[in-house]
């Protein structure tokens, strides 16, 4: 569970990273990062109670934080995402019904 957190992690910034190239991926880090961090969550419960392999500790530990840095960075996203277009929304309208410019 360790390696395929970190993959996952991996991944997730990576899809973060090109989702300004490629729109329809807009959801994909958030999704990926919820399960890197959830699946590296219950490796390291693993390793602490004896049942995994003690050398994987540092792997889970990375696949963990890079899945709550892509959920954090996505959300941060959808906020400024949002934000934007309601405030292009905003000024659209004001400036829409005939308001001056300055």
Request: hydrophobic share 55%; charged share 5%.
């Amino acid at each position: 569970m360790a390696v395929v957190s970190l993959v996952l992690g991996i991944v997730a910034l990576i899809s973060l990273l090109t989702g300004y190239f490629a729109p329809f991926c807009i959801p994909l880090p958030l999704v990926l990062g919820v399960v890197a961090w959830v699946l590296g969550k219950n490796a390291l419960t693993e390793i602490e109670a004896g049942q995994g392999n003690p050398s994987e500790k540092g792997i889970a530990q990375a696949g963990m934080i890079m899945g709550i840095i892509s959920v954090v960075l996505s959300v941060l996203g959808f906020c400024c995402l949002t934000a934007g277009i309601l405030g292009f929304l905003g000024l659209s309208a004001y400036f829409g019904n005939g308001a001056p410019w300055w």
